[in-house]
Nanobody
Framework: QVRLAESGGGLVQAGGSLRLSCAAS????????VGWFRQAPGKEREFVAA????????YYADSVKGRFTTSRDNAKNTVYLQMNSLKPEDTAGYYC?????????????????????WGKGTLVTVSS
């Protein structure tokens, strides 16, 4: 298991930017793929983006492609989600999750219980 904690959420106007961070505990963080998911009120959780454990590949949902970028700094045990050109429909709780030795694309289809750890989330609100 790996412990994760998100930060960086907040209120932003449409067209603005935010950068979320997912900080992990543990010495083997570099071996974990990390995915970003979001859940809006009354809606199901959906995949947003992921980065492979190797850091050499990323994968994005069509709804955020070209606007969001995920990256990792293993020296800091942290994964980032840079969100640009935010839209009101991006409003949601954002969660990071980790799974040992997975590719980025695989993270998109992982189940909740299949992950090795989840953060508690950070709220992003985009006003129109």
């Amino acid at each position: 298991q790996v412990r994760l904690a998100e930060s960086g959420g907040g209120l932003v106007q449409a067209g603005g930017s935010l950068r979320l961070s997912c900080a992990a505990s543990g010495r083997s963080f570099a071996r974990y793929a990390v995915g970003w998911f979001r859940q809006a009120p009354g809606k199901e959780r959906e995949f947003v983006a992921a980065i492979a454990w190797s850091g050499d590949s990323t994968y994005y949902a069509d709804s955020v492609k070209g606007r969001f970028t995920t990256s990792r700094d293993n020296a800091k045990n942290t994964v980032y989600l840079q969100m640009n050109s935010l839209k009101p429909e991006d409003t949601a709780g954002y969660y990071c999750a980790a799974k040992l030795l997975r590719t980025a694309q695989t993270m998109a289809v992982m189940t909740y219980d299949g992950m090795d750890g989840w953060g508690k989330g950070t709220l992003v609100t985009v006003s129109s």
